[in-house]
């Protein structure tokens, strides 16, 4: 059984198209990633599968109920959270209220949860009165992903989650990802850092101009040399 599967969609923005017939899986324990040039698609997969753009042709199933064009808040509701790359916390409020803000459909006392955040993120929890948005880009991150663990979700989509950051926060932030998917959560993560990211995948696509380019391991897509000469640098 599958945690998601993405067939064959075609949709975007309005009337264009940014998608065209897109595939995606991602089974059970699995950290799965999309990569390909600026322009391809990337993002937009991300905001199909959590209902935020219109989808005009295929299927989305998660968890093998079919979630095509559910709202967010329910297929949050199913088990599902999203961490977009840009405005993903509260900035006026406090580490610990934007935490108590991802517990909203938790009922009883958050702080057990909140505590298995800090774990994850000892460096906010020593700032969890200080505003959001006074952090630094690497704490604002693990904020905003704390903040959807909150939910116990199944399913984390990532958007870009080392973007702008410092590469000692992109090395902490992969690794907590990489602790976050032992724990049982699978993981759909669009990230510019390729070849960081295909070295802990379990799988990888590849995306070009809206379309499926290449599928296959980490390891094997690493190992590829067309995948790394076009996409991974050489």
């Not at 559910?70 to 409020?93: A, H, T």
């Not at 938790?106 to 774990?119: H, L, M, N, S, T």
């Not at 690794?175 to 990211?197: D, F, P, S, W």
């Amino acid at each position: 059984m599958s945690l998601l599967t993405v067939q064959d969609i075609t949709g975007g923005y309005g009337a264009a198209d940014i998608l065209h017939g897109v595939s995606i899986t991602v089974n059970p324990g699995e950290i799965v990633s999309i990569i390909g040039p600026n322009g391809a698609g990337k993002s937009t997969v991300m905001k199909a599968v959590f209902g935020l753009i219109r989808i005009r042709k295929g299927r989305i199933f998660f968890q093998e109920t079919e979630i095509t064009g559910m709202r967010p808040d329910l297929i949050v509701r199913r088990g599902m959270c999203y961490v977009p790359q840009e405005y993903n916390i509260f900035p006026s409020l406090t580490v610990q209220e934007n935490l108590e803000m991802g517990a909203f459909l938790r009922k009883g006392d958050p702080a057990k949860e909140i505590a298995k955040v800090y774990d994850l993120f000892p460096p906010i929890k020593d700032r969890r009165k200080q505003a959001a948005g006074t952090l630094s880009g690497g704490l604002r991150q693990m904020v905003a992903i704390g903040r959807a663990l909150m939910l116990r979700p199944s399913l984390l989509l990532l958007d870009e989650p080392s973007a702008g950051l410092a590469p000692l926060f992109i090395d902490h932030i992969f690794k907590q990802i990489q602790k976050i998917n032992r724990l049982g959560v699978g993981i759909l993560m669009v990230e510019q850092n390729a070849r960081q990211a295909l070295r802990f995948s379990h799988r990888g696509y590849i995306l070009v101009m809206g379309t499926n380019r290449y599928e296959d391991t980490g390891e094997n897509l690493l190992g590829n040399r067309e995948v790394a000469e076009m996409f991974l640098g050489g």
